[in-house]
């Protein structure tokens, strides 16, 4: 093994629990205006989106539920099935309902890429083994076709309507940010697949997506609709205040998820009734600094300079039906 021994066993579940304790926490205590935007908007979609339906809904990847209006969805189906990897803070969410809509609710703890705790715990044995990073990125690609994906647990349930909020970028981007905190305890580095292998690590964690996709049309009944959203493209924006004024850098932007494919993969079992599209900044980090400077008298100076970067995501939504 190269690198650290610091590197405490984080399997799948303690896995998913951070991530959630991150999504809750601090990231929504941090940008909570720019989080409300995309709560609102999202809240006001699905309801459009459920509007005439009754029956069983099914809410995939639900968390805490910010984004998702669950009091409207109890007033309108009869049965609505939670659906998470941590379910915690979906409890929490019920909770805050009436007594007579918190009864039409049922949670259910689920890993929806279906091969996480295996691909965790492999991904550890190889890190431990390894005697080298480059061994490691090897056996990382040589291990992943062989992992067995279980079946989801709802596929016998025909439901009058699906919701999937934000759920593809996350099963597209969990793997790498797993494997870059294990590379980083062993080999102080980010996780990086092998340039003459990368297309076997983008088609692993794609075929993610491909799959989520599949699972809500079988999950469909014949009648049943859809809110599939997310997040397919963001750019970085860079504010810089000082006391000489104030500048903007944007970078250009950059597609997180290949959505030819995706939209593609969509149209083969769905048509789109509508979408609709909306801006989220999500500031991520903010710093200050003081820097000294000459003047045009040759005199020193010093300059107070904040930062703030964010990263401003498109959210793409569609409502969708079986063919």
């Not at 969410?93 to 279906?114: I, M, N, P, R, Y």
Request: proline share 2%; with cysteine.
């Amino acid at each position: 093994m190269s690198g650290s021994t610091a590197w405490t066993s984080f399997r799948a579940d303690q896995f998913f629990t951070r991530k959630s304790d991150e999504l809750v926490t601090e990231k929504a205590t941090f940008c909570e205006a720019s989080y409300q935007n995309h709560f609102t908007r999202s809240k006001e979609t699905i309801i459009e989106t459920i509007k005439g339906l009754k029956g069983v809904a099914l809410v995939l990847g639900v968390g805490a539920a910010h984004d998702v209006p669950l009091k409207e969805l109890g007033e309108i189906f009869d049965q609505i099935h939670l659906v998470d990897a941590d379910i915690r803070y979906s409890r929490i969410a019920v909770a805050v309902l009436s007594e007579e809509l918190q009864g039409k609710f049922s949670f259910e703890q689920a890993d929806l890429t279906g091969c996480f705790e295996e691909f965790s715990h492999k991904a550890e044995e190889i890190a431990k083994e390894a005697v080298s990073y480059d061994e490691f990125g090897r056996r990382i690609l040589d291990m992943l076709p062989l992992l067995t994906k279980n079946r989801f647990g709802y596929q016998e349930l025909k439901v009058s309507f699906v919701c999937s909020s934000l759920i593809s970028s996350q099963l597209f981007s969990y793997p790498t940010i797993y494997l870059n905190r294990l590379c980083r305890a062993f080999y102080f580095r980010n996780f990086t697949a092998p340039l003459t292998r990368m297309g076997e690590y983008t088609a692993f964690i794609s075929q993610f997506i491909l799959n989520h996709i599949a699972e809500i049309h079988n999950l469909m009944a014949p009648e049943g609709h859809v809110y599939f959203a997310d997040t397919f493209s963001g750019r970085t924006i860079e504010d810089v205040k000082s006391t000489l004024g104030e500048s903007r850098l944007v970078l250009p932007a950059r597609k997180y998820i290949e959505d030819v494919t995706i939209y593609d993969y969509m149209r083969k079992y769905f048509r789109a009734i509508s979408d609709t599209n909306w801006t989220w900044t999500v500031p991520m980090e903010r710093s200050s600094k003081t820097i000294s400077a000459k003047k045009e008298d040759g005199t020193s100076c010093t300059i107070s300079v904040e930062t703030e970067t964010s990263i401003e995501y498109l959210v793409t939504s569609f409502h969708l039906a079986l063919h």
